[in-house]
Antibody, heavy 118, light 111 residues
Framework: QLQLQESGPGLVKPSETLSLTCTVS??????????WGWIRQAPGKGLEWIGA???????YYGSSLKSRATISVDTSSNQFSVRLTSVTAADTAIYYC??????????WGQGIPVTVSS | QPVLTQSSSASASLGSSVKLTCTLN???????IAWHQQQPGKAPRYLMK???????SKGSGLLDRFSGSTSGADRYLIISNLQSDDEAVYYC?????????FGGGTTLTVL
């Protein structure tokens, strides 16, 4: 059974960089069919796709965060990560990692809440 | 880029059926979508993928009470014999050109 687990700090100061990692278990991240993505949900709001990465390292980003987000993959550790620079209070959200197919998001992590505050 | 439009809320009585709608913009009317359920305080859960033909494929363990159908650009999630734990936000999602897009979600209230 595939499992995804987010990890990282729950509190980040404004203007700093948010860094989260997703550890995948139950399947190799290097399987060619899938993309590995990040999605966030601000308090009381809907789902916002941040971006996704293929095992080869090719990454794709949503338009709203493209200039601040970087997604990377480490196939040896079966992990992928997201960095979001210059965070503000508007980046306070639950961050989910996920496995994408072209038909949609098949598996979700449990989510990690991140608060941006001094 | 595809746009998915959902009603913000819906309600139906315990034991009845409800049909939630997700509408694709016209250029993407033939796209496959996915439906997700998010119960309060929980992560979203993948329910099914739904094709333009109306064919759907459910996620692991999904009950027979959940089904999907299609009419043109509209994609439907049908839940029969509503239970109290069906009360949740339901999101549709699609993909195009290496971008994944979500609808705004429909909050379902079970009366």
């Amino acid at each position: 059974q595939l499992q995804l687990q987010e990890s990282g700090p729950g509190l980040v100061k404004p203007s700093e960089t948010l860094s989260l990692t997703c550890t995948v278990s139950g399947a190799p991240i290097s399987r060619s069919t899938y993309y590995w993505g990040w999605i966030r949900q601000a308090p009381g709001k809907g789902l916002e796709w941040i971006g996704a990465i293929y095992y080869s390292g090719r990454a794709y980003y949503g338009s709203s965060l493209k200039s601040r987000a970087t997604i990377s993959v480490d196939t040896s550790s079966n992990q992928f990560s997201v960095r979001l620079t210059s965070v503000t209070a508007a980046d306070t959200a639950i961050y989910y990692c996920a496995r994408h197919l072209f038909s949609g998001t098949e598996y979700w992590g449990q989510g990690i809440p991140v608060t941006v505050s001094s | 880029q595809p746009v998915l439009t959902q009603s913000s809320s819906a309600s139906a009585s315990l034991g009845s059926s409800v049909k939630l709608t997700c509408t694709l913009n016209s250029d993407y009317r033939n796209h496959i979508i996915a439906w997700h359920q998010q119960q309060p305080g929980k992560a979203p859960r993948y329910l099914m993928k739904l094709e333009s033909s109306g064919r759907y494929s459910k996620g692991s363990g999904l009950l027979d009470r959940f089904s999907g159908s299609t009419s043109g650009a509209d994609r439907y999630l049908i839940i029969s014999n509503l239970q109290s734990d069906d009360e949740a936000v339901y999101y549709c999602e699609t993909w195009d050109s290496n971008t994944w897009v979500f609808g705004g979600g429909t909050t379902l209230t079970v009366l």
